[in-house]
T-cell receptor, first 113, second 115 residues
Framework: RKEVEQDPGPFNVPEGATVAFNCTYS??????FFWYRQDCRKEPKLLMS???SGNEDGRFTAQLNRASQYISLLIRDSKLSDSATYLC??????????????FGRGTSLIVHP | SAVISQKPSRDICQRGTSLTIQCQVD?????MFWYRQQPGQSLTLIAT?????????ESGFVIDKFPISRPNLTFSTLTVSNMSPEDSSIYLC????????????FGQGTRLTVV
């Protein structure tokens, strides 16, 4: 069974703080990796893809360590609007060249004034 | 990218009845996924639906309880049969993008309450 593990939190941080989320996955053959954001009562939406070389989008930085099967998300200068649940997602190849995503249980972030 | 229209957005149903949820995609996709998200939990994959073949169900989910149709490459339905209060949840359909690095796109979700 393929597993994606995340610390559920919640992480409760003040505005302006830096916070890091971690995720581990069990399938060494997993193909692609993502962080999604889910707001309360909404569907998940893609935050960013995760590459081995690391990628940055404004205040968000994602890292992938294939050897350790570990993914991270760093949020700098936290805003109140960053409060949400962050889902780690791992794609595994299925038959026919398609991919099946496996979701972590999500990490809750609460940013307070 | 893909735009998915899912309906109904919410429903309150009597136990013992069935509800069919529809997902319409604005482009042709090979695989569609149906998820359940219970309060405070992450997404649990119910089944994968390919056009022209029976859906593949994950452990703990069976076709009699969650029959799925996939008549073409842009549409799918999930039925929650003989509902009980334990079926109260959010149900989400999803499709993958195209290419090697694929992200998932979601419908808006169906919030089901069984009374």
């Amino acid at each position: 069974r393929k597993e994606v593990e995340q610390d559920p939190g919640p992480f409760n941080v003040p505005e302006g703080a830096t916070v890091a989320f971690n995720c581990t996955y069990s399938n060494s053959a997993s193909q692609s990796f993502f962080w999604y954001r889910q707001d309360c009562r909404k569907e998940p939406k893609l935050l960013m893809s995760v590459y081995s070389s690391g990628n940055e989008d404004g205040r968000f930085t994602a890292q992938l360590n294939r050897a350790s099967q570990y993914i991270s998300l760093l949020i700098r200068d936290s805003k109140l609007s960053d409060s949400a649940t962050y889902l780690c997602v791992v794609n595994d190849e299925a038959s026919g060249g398609s991919y099946i995503p496996t979701f972590g249980r999500g990490t809750s972030l609460i940013v307070h004034p | 990218s893909a735009v998915i229209s899912q309906k109904p957005s919410r429903d309150i149903c009597q136990r013992g009845t069935s509800l069919t949820i529809q997902c319409q995609v604005d482009s042709q996709v090979t695989m569609m996924f149906w998820y359940r998200q219970q309060p405070g939990q992450s997404l649990t994959l119910i089944a994968t639906a390919n056009q022209g073949s029976e859906a593949t169900y994950e452990s703990g989910f069976v076709i009699d309880k969650f029959p799925i149709s996939r008549p073409n490459l842009t549409f799918s339905t999930l039925t929650v049969s003989n509902m009980s209060p334990e079926d109260s949840s959010i149900y989400l359909c999803s499709v993958e993008g195209l290419g090697l690095v694929t992200e998932a796109f979601f419908g808006q979700g169906t919030r089901l309450t069984v009374v």
